[in-house]
């Protein structure tokens, strides 16, 4: 895996969900406090892009804009169907001000 820079921690604003490219991947993420999760951005479901969705803080989870699967920041797991296959997780270190994710 590579490391790759995202931007600085300011870049995202703390619950809001962005859509990041990173080495050709595309990204959701969300900014909690002074930590940075990032998801795969699409479905699996219906390859819908899950930075256009909501973040439920509650559940540390992003919501899919088309069908309301919830998948987990931290696992990816989703909460309910239709979604049965989770997303992919990439860590992410937050270095000073910078936020890097490994692809």
């Known amino acids: 895996m590579a490391q790759v820079s995202i931007g600085s921690l300011g870049d995202f604003a703390d619950g809001e969900l ?4 990173a080495d050709g991947t595309a990204l959701c993420v969300v900014r909690v406090g002074d930590r940075v999760h990032a998801i795969c951005d699409d479905c699996p479901h219906a390859e819908a892009s ?3 969705g909501d973040f439920l803080a509650d559940d540390m989870a992003v919501e899919c804009p088309l069908h309301g699967s919830a ?23 937050v270095e000073g001000d910078d936020v890097l994710v490994d692809v």
Do not use: H, I, K
């Open 18 to 21: 962005t859509r990041v490219e």
């Open 50 to 52: 899950l930075s256009e």
């Open 71 to 93: 998948f987990n920041v931290e696992t990816g797991e989703p909460d309910c169907p239709p979604a049965t296959e989770a997303v992919r997780v990439y860590p992410v270190t």
